[in-house]
C-alpha cells in the first residue's frame, strides 16, 4: 500500500477510471458481438443499423482512449468487410 499521499490519490483516481474504461469497452464488445450474431438473418436493414451502432461505440471508446486509433480503424474495418461480403452475396 502506499504510503504518501499523492500516490494513494492517484490508486483512487486509476481505479475510478478502469471501471469506466472497463464499462466504455464491455458496451463496444457487446456491440460488435450483437452485430456479428445478426449477419445469419436476412434482414439487411437491421444489420446495417447493428454496424452503424457498433462503429459508433467503437468511434466512443477511440475519442476516449480506451483503444489506439488504428485498433479502431481495425475493428471497423473488419466489420464492414463482413457486411460488405455479406450484401454482395
Known amino acids: ?3 504518501i499521499k499523492s500516490a494513494k ?8 477510471s478502469a471501471v469506466l474504461n472497463n464499462d466504455v469497452k ?4 457487446t456491440s ?3 452485430f456479428e450474431k445478426s449477419l445469419n438473418d436476412s434482414n439487411t436493414e437491421e444489420i446495417a443499423s447493428k454496424l452503424a451502432s457498433a462503429v ?3 468511434d466512443k471508446a477511440q475519442a476516449k482512449g480506451v483503444i489506439k ?3 479502431a480503424a481495425r475493428y471497423k474495418s473488419n466489420l464492414t468487410k463482413k457486411f460488405n461480403a455479406l450484401s454482395s452475396k
Do not use: D, L, Q, Y
Request: aromatic content about 0%.
Open 9 to 16: 490519490k492517484r490508486i483512487i483516481t486509476s481505479r475510478k
Open 32 to 34: 460488435i458481438k450483437k
Open 69 to 71: 486509433k488504428n485498433t
Open 56 to 58: 459508433k461505440n467503437i
Open 26 to 29: 464491455s458496451s463496444m464488445k
Open 1 to 3: 500500500m502506499a504510503n
